[in-house]
């Protein structure tokens, strides 16, 4: 069994972060795993991916061929779309629906969001308006995580969740409630 | 055995300290950095006093390590593949010298140029220095390498060049780690050939060449090297991180030579190629392999790869150009287009809102309009991104410190105004230099030193020279009323914009100084002072 994830997203939005996790939980249940990170230049306000590859198999590519993706989670709409050319034909897309617009020539909103629920298979939600509404700012992403949990399959929802304790047990209890409550918010919002 | 989950670059630097590492030496450069701030957060490190902090520069580094190498303790040399450019000197005559503790030189390329300025393959530098080099495929062997490098080089009495590229040192994977060995005792060399007059260099030049044989057989026997050969019309050689790509296309009849060290194993190459009909080499970087396969097979052997255009000539591999070049078809660009989104603009990076590098670009834009002929040579940092819209305020970016010598040769032949923008950390890494060359031909410039206190690009290290800059350019011969300091903030527009009037029309080399720290390292910082509130 294998699962390729591409996370994608603008330099800042966390999606390093579900990758921690999603990391932590596929090493504790010894899930082979591959993941490319950006650093670097393309961090500063630029689009970000992550390629994640997980596998009961030897995985040799740390990158992810096109059309062999099977879901894209993203924390913007546009950044989503832009790596459909790597999405398997059954390949799933769970993205924030919130547009993250620091570029003149960002698209037309509604031409953006017809041609993502033209896709397939296609998870969205408000999750930036989610997280303010819970007053949790900095959860957006664990709130993504948890819209995805049930899409990875690899992982089941519980080993993702457990994996969140561990990944935020140095910053203290209150962080690793918040994280918890926000896991479960996308979770129950899938 | 424990298993953790490392970056190529976090394998390397655990690798190197569990191989009884004494000390790491490095600038900061994209893909190489986290090797050095690994080794600088690591618990082992600390209590084993290991030297870590960064230097001003590769040429720096790269002589202080061979330095604790000749006192007997192994050493690591970190860089990104320009970084080679900058220490080349010292890197190719301590193959000459020769090393004492074990010496090893990383050199992160950086092919795509994700974050650099060319896609230069620091293989050719490890050959040119004759010189035994590792290339590592995955992060378990980057981990593992490491200790067999360092056994090479004190076995060969030669500096080992170890080559990873951003896709390893960048990824993630489980990683088995052994327990540390100890440090090689303290043991200063006592030998004449360190120094290199010529007659003594000319036999220590012998003696690199007769090692050759050594070197070559070293390769041939190598524990990473993989031979999958049986008779199959197709034999691959896969070097580094292509094997992966060959692997991941999983096809059947073809033979393939996994080549992990150099110099190229050239009985290994002769066994596949008289198994196959064909050789494609799979190489990321610059056509390295390619071109030494011609030389070893008869003249009408047919060898592809990067150069004959099966492979991309530019760009790094990838799962899909490589899968494309193993079945002789072109990479789907045609299709690829077919089934592109539409509504997806480029995003590039861009200065951070609030960054002080803005307010300097803001008054030079405005400044340099009111002159004809204006020319703003710029430098390696994120003050780059001045280039992008809406600022397009630099007419250069070439190498780190070109700034400042550029300007002054555009001077030299006539360009007024010419004005160097630099930052803090570029201006101590090679800027310098050229500083004294214009004060010395008293050259017509103006340099704006914008000084952010850090080497932000790379993600916030300490940079060499903070606190020092007005001792330095006084201290180079800067007329003292020529050197002025600014805090770059919109309130400030008025005196920052009068002042580059001001030191524009003086004839002479004046130096400017906006100062404000990096808004990401200023933010980390307060979020650190909060947390040590919260104990």
């Not at chain 1, 700012?137 to 899409?151: D, E, F, Q, T």
């Not at chain 2, 992990?260 to 392999?289: C, H, M, N, R, T």
Request: aromatic share 6%.
């Amino acid at each position: 069994m294998k699962k390729d994830i591409i996370l994608a997203g603008v330099g800042g939005q966390g999606i390093l972060s579900i990758a921690t996790i999603i990391g932590e939980a596929a090493t504790k249940a010894d899930i082979q795993l591959k993941q490319a990170e950006v650093h670097g230049m393309s961090q500063r306000g630029g689009d970000v991916q992550s390629n994640l590859r997980l596998s009961t198999e030897e995985i040799y590519s740390d990158l992810i061929p096109k059309g062999k993706a099977d879901l894209i989670i993203a924390m913007e709409p546009m950044e989503a779309l832009r790596y459909v050319p790597y999405l398997a034909p059954n390949g799933v897309i769970v993205t924030s629906s919130h547009p993250f617009v620091n570029i003149p020539n960002y698209p037309d909103e509604q031409k953006l969001m017809d041609e993502l629920d033209g896709m397939k298979n296609v998870v969205r939600l408000d999750i930036e308006t989610i997280a303010k509404e819970e007053k949790m700012p900095k959860g957006a992403n664990v709130i993504l995580l948890g819209m995805a949990a049930s899409y990875i399959e690899i992982l089941s929802a519980d080993e993702l969740r457990e994996a969140v304790k561990r990944v935020f047990a140095s910053k203290g209890e209150a962080v690793v409630e918040s994280n918890l409550k926000a896991f479960d918010l996308g979770l129950a919002n899938k | 055995m424990e298993k953790r989950l490392l970056l190529g670059d976090e394998a390397i630097a655990l690798g190197a300290l569990h191989a009884g590492l004494s000390g790491v030496y490095a600038y900061p450069g994209t893909p190489s950095t986290e090797i050095t701030e690994f080794i600088q957060n690591s618990p082992l490190a600390k209590e084993r006093g290991i030297r870590s902090r960064w230097c001003t520069n590769e040429k720096t580094a790269m002589e202080a390590a061979l330095g604790m190498s000749y006192a007997g303790k192994r050493a690591l040399v970190c860089m990104k593949h320009v970084g080679m450019n900058v220490c080349a000197d010292a890197f190719v005559n301590s193959a000459v010298t020769g090393v004492n503790g074990g010496l090893i030189v990383l050199a992160a390329d950086d092919p795509s140029m994700h974050s650099s300025q060319n896609e230069q393959d620091s293989r050719f530098y490890g050959k040119f220095a004759m010189i035994p080099i590792f290339e590592p495929s995955n992060q378990q062997e980057a981990y593992d390498m490491v200790a067999d490098a360092f056994q090479l080089s004190e076995s060969l009495k030669l500096p080992v060049l170890l080559r990873v590229v951003t896709r390893l040192a960048h990824s993630r994977a489980a990683v088995k780690v052994g327990e540390p060995s100890s440090q090689n005792a303290f043991n200063p060399d006592e030998g004449k050939h360190w120094v290199l007059l010529p007659a003594i260099a000319r036999r220590q030049y012998a003696s690199l060449i007769s090692k050759q044989p050594d070197l070559l057989q070293a390769a041939e026997s190598s524990k990473y090297m993989r031979k999958n050969i049986s008779r199959n019309r197709l034999g691959v050689i896969a070097c580094g991180i292509g094997y992966n790509y060959v692997m991941e296309a999983g096809m059947k009849d073809i033979s393939v030579l996994k080549v992990s060290q150099y110099p190229l194993p050239v009985d290994a190459v002769k066994q596949l190629a008289s198994e196959s009909d064909e050789i494609l080499v799979v190489e990321d970087g610059q056509p390295f392999v390619e071109e030494q396969v011609k030389g070893i097979l008869s003249a009408d052997y047919p060898v592809s790869g990067r150069l004959t255009g099966r492979l991309p000539r530019t760009g790094e591999l990838n799962p899909d150009n490589v899968a494309a070049g193993l079945c002789g078809k072109p990479d789907g660009a045609e299709e690829e287009l077919a089934n592109s989104p539409i509504n997806v603009v480029g995003r590039p990076p861009a200065l951070c809102q609030g960054c002080g590098h803005r307010d300097v670009y803001a008054a030079l834009k405005q400044v340099v309009g009111e002159y004809e002929g204006a020319r703003v040579f710029g430098d390696i940092g994120c003050y780059t991104l001045g280039a992008l819209p809406p600022f397009q305020a630099i007419n250069s970016c070439v190498d780190m410190g070109a700034s400042i010598t550029m300007a002054k040769g555009a001077a030299d032949a006539g360009v007024f105004p010419a004005i160097a923008v630099i930052g803090d950390s570029t201006f101590t890494h090679s800027g310098m230099t050229g500083l004294l060359d214009a004060v010395n031909d008293n050259a017509n410039i103006t340099i704006i030193i914008s000084d952010n206190l850090t080497t932000a690009m790379t993600g916030g290290q300490d940079s060499a020279g903070t606190n020092k800059f007005e001792q330095i350019c006084l201290g180079l011969g800067v007329d003292p009323e020529h050197v002025k300091v600014v805090v770059p903030l919109p309130k400030n527009m008025e005196e920052i914009t009068q002042t580059l009037r001001d030191e524009i029309n003086y004839k002479g080399v004046s130096v400017i100084i906006p100062r404000r720290e990096c808004i990401q390292t200023h933010a980390r910082k307060l979020r650190q002072q909060k947390k040590e509130a919260q104990k």
